[in-house]
């Protein structure tokens, strides 16, 4: 799947009233961070006015305003709705700005499961030479997972975590940004609608019927190898959240040699459930490697690595929660935003033909 035009040029508002600075504000946060379009505002009436910069940490100069007409004014011929939201439904009150965006020329990005393309009167509105993008799409052709991937001699890395939206894309995309800074060549799999989104390709895998998801993520796993000195798969929730079903079918579609192991500092429960624990750290990583080799039917993955997301932290504080991670589960533990990838590099370097 490739993207339909959010590259360079694309001027985009990102509608994420209510929101902002909230971790389900993901692919406003990647968009910004990583995507190639230029983002002309941040549509959000409950912060409309304030610095995007300030209440995220994330750089822009593309103003908060409080609704599609300001966005629309501004120059914004997309309106790319940038939350993930547990569901994956449109809050209702949001229709008027989808209907509105359309009235006033702009495509519609939808990351969402509920289809506008088959929104009747939302797609009699849009302008001819305009287009909704609807994210969470199957793929065609698809087949069931058959092992292909374990045939690879060349690195496969997943990442793998302990909540939903807890940093998984941001250290994969960290980590293929420093590994092609020294040269290699990194294949990258997206597996969701914000790295979709920002890469202009993958697969939506919580939009595919369950017989094929690993298959899916089988066939990008092959299709990226190609030419590639390493494999990064984004990894989707946790093995833990009572919500996530993703988790076996990356593992099995990628065959993962290694595992990328991302964590919020200090979080100890599932943040939609709160009644949901997050299993000591030490366990989760033994048993992200115990299903990846299903009781030595397959080969086991190795740890390397812990990404440590601290976003919510002082850099003080930051660097006391990476020093004692570090410490107690004996693995490289850096917040590859803070800190960069240098330790997550260092820790490849062995499974990694020479450059």
């Known amino acids: ?78 309106l790319v709705i940038a939350v993930a939201l547990l569901g994956g439904q449109i809050p209702p009150e949001w229709r008027t700005d989808l209907l509105f965006a359309a009235d006033a020329g702009m495509s519609i990005v939808n990351p969402m499961h509920v289809r506008l393309e088959h929104d009747d009167e939302l797609r009699s509105r849009i302008r001819e030479g305009r287009w909704i993008w609807d994210l969470r799409v199957e793929p065609e052709g698809l087949q069931p997972a058959s092992g292909r991937a374990l045939g690879l001699s060349i690195p496969r890395i997943l990442t793998v975590g302990t909540d939903m939206a807890v940093g998984k894309l941001t250290a994969a ?24 989104c920002a890469l202009g390709r993958g697969i939506p895998l919580d939009g595919i019927r369950v017989d094929f998801a690993a298959g899916a993520v089988e066939s990008e796993v092959m299709r990226e190898s190609e030419r590639a000195d390493c494999v990064l798969i984004e990894g989707q929730g946790a093995i833990c959240h009572p919500s996530a079903s993703a988790n076996l079918a990356l593992i099995r579609g990628s065959m993962p040699t290694h595992l990328l192991f991302v964590h919020r500092a200090g979080q100890t429960r599932i943040r939609s459930m709160d009644w949901a624990i997050i299993p000591d750290l030490e366990r989760m990583i033994r048993l992200y490697e115990d299903i990846a ?16 997301n601290t976003a919510h932290m002082s850099p003080t504080e930051a660097e006391d929660a990476v020093r004692s991670t570090e410490t107690s589960l004996g693995l490289p533990t850096a917040d590859p935003i803070r800190h960069g990838v240098g330790k997550f590099i260092a820790a490849l370097a062995p499974a990694m033909t020479p450059a």
């Not at 980590?175 to 060549?185: I, K, N, S, T």
């Open 1 to 78: 799947m490739t993207a339909r035009s959010l590259g360079a040029g694309s001027k985009v508002a990102l509608l994420c009233h209510g929101y902002t600075g909230d971790t389900r504000a993901k692919l406003a946060n990647t968009l910004l961070r990583y995507g190639k379009a230029d983002v002309v505002a941040i549509v959000d009436s409950a912060c409309a006015g304030q610095s995007f910069d300030a209440l995220t940490g994330i750089p822009t100069a593309a103003p908060i305003v409080a609704t599609v007409r300001e966005a629309a004014d501004l120059g914004a011929e997309i």
């Open 173 to 196: 995309i960290e980590l293929m940004r420093g590994l092609e800074a020294q040269g290699r060549r990194v294949g990258f799999v997206a597996t969701g609608q914000v790295g979709i």
């Open 293 to 308: 080799a299903c009781a030595g039917a397959f080969p086991k993955p190795v740890t390397f690595a812990i990404a440590l």
